[in-house]
T-cell receptor, first 111, second 112 residues
Framework: RKEVEQDPGPFNVPEGATVAFNCTYS??????FFWYRQDCRKEPKLLMS???SGNEDGRFTAQLNRASQYISLLIRDSKLSDSATYLC????????????FGRGTSLIVHP | ETGVTQTPRHLVMGMTNKKSLKCEQH?????MYWYKQSAKKPLELMFV???????ENNSVPSRFSPECPNSSHLFLHLHTLQPEDSALYLC???????????FGPGTRLTVT
């Protein structure tokens, strides 16, 4: 089983739609979680950290479900500019904290 | 801007060349990372330095040699690379290993 798994998509949605991505992780001792977005041929940029109680930043909501070992990202009122690849990152401790990236989920928002 | 810079942005080298990639962070962070991103593959963690000590070497071939002279600078020395080493090499930094990372723009490397 891969350590961090994401549905590669693409998720193809119209502007204004609500879309959700999940990311599952295998290490139950994982400590910290993040969502990044990556545009084509660019570096990943931090979108938001994921906290145990869930957190929201504008149109974006992140959730953590430790019991089922997944994190989620919800995007409301999708914009064309949201088109990108969304990467989840899980930090696990094994002597030191090591980040593991998922493969990413591709989102295409169309007019 | 992320405060992490990388040079050069593009590099073409032959298999017998020796070159170095440079990363500098202006964020006051204590941890720095090298990643490799090949086409249609996930980010692969290569090396992690925390407080200038290497804490992770993810089974990377010896033709890649990292160097971290201080907490602001990170190098990746390259020698006798193979064509399959062509990729985007990304540097990142964070406050510490469990915190969010900030990436540089990457060096796009082509090995001929």
């Amino acid at each position: 089983r891969k350590e961090v798994e994401q549905d590669p998509g693409p998720f193809n949605v119209p502007e204004g739609a609500t879309v959700a991505f999940n990311c599952t992780y295998s290490n139950s001792a994982s400590q910290s979680f993040f969502w990044y977005r990556q545009d084509c041929r660019k570096e990943p940029k931090l979108l938001m950290s994921v906290y145990s109680s869930g957190n929201e930043d504008g149109r974006f909501t992140a959730q953590l479900n430790r019991a089922s070992q997944y994190i989620s990202l919800l995007i409301r009122d999708s914009k064309l500019s949201d088109s990108a690849t969304y990467l989840c990152v899980v930090n696990s401790y094994g002597g030191s904290y090591i980040p593991t990236f998922g493969r990413g989920t591709s989102l295409i928002v169309h007019p | 801007e992320t405060g992490v810079t990388q040079t050069p942005r593009h590099l073409v080298m032959g298999m017998t060349n020796k070159k170095s990639l440079k990363c500098e962070q202006h964020l006051g962070h204590n941890a720095m990372y090298w990643y490799k991103q090949s086409a249609k593959k996930p980010l692969e963690l290569m090396f992690v330095y925390s407080l200038e000590e290497r804490v992770e070497n993810n089974s990377v071939p010896s033709r890649f040699s990292p160097e971290c002279p201080n907490s602001s600078h990170l190098f990746l020395h390259l020698h006798t690379l193979q064509p399959e080493d062509s990729a985007l090499y990304l540097c990142a930094s964070s406050q510490g290993p469990r915190y969010e990372q900030y990436f540089g723009p990457g060096t796009r490397l082509t090995v001929t």
